[in-house]
Nanobody, 116 residues
Framework: QVQLVESGGGLVQAGGSLRLSCAASGSIFSLIEMGWYRQAPGKQRELVARITPAGNTNYVDSVKGRFTISRDNAKNTVYLQMNSLKPEDTAVYYC??????????WGQGTQVTVSS
């Protein structure tokens, strides 16, 4: 079973930056479209950024121009660079394949808190 370990979250002031990392186990990582999701308190988990094996990216409108997803297939790692953070970005951030369902395996996530 694939294991996912997210890291890099923390407390940051509005306008600040964080870089999240997700280390994935498994030999087929390089073949999988990966995504970063977030879940704010009282809200459903949402997919905010996705990246294909070839490196093509897509973002939800609320993070376009501020977040950048990237991957290193040699390290089985996907990253999320978050700039110009806003209080509404506060959430637990998870990585998973871009088509993951709520019932799928999820890692522990990493908490991002943006203070105003």
């Amino acid at each position: 079973q694939v294991q996912l370990v997210e890291s890099g979250g923390g407390l940051v002031q509005a306008g600040g930056s964080l870089r999240l990392s997700c280390a994935a186990s498994g030999s087929i990582f390089s073949l999988i479209e990966m995504g970063w999701y977030r879940q704010a308190p009282g809200k459903q988990r949402e997919l905010v950024a996705r990246i294909t094996p070839a490196g093509n990216t897509n973002y939800v409108d609320s993070v376009k121009g501020r977040f950048t997803i990237s991957r290193d297939n040699a390290k089985n790692t996907v990253y999320l660079q978050m700039n110009s953070l806003k209080p509404e970005d506060t959430a637990v951030y998870y990585c998973n394949n871009a088509g993951a369902t709520p019932g799928a395996y999820w890692g522990q996530g990493t908490q991002v808190t943006v203070s105003s």
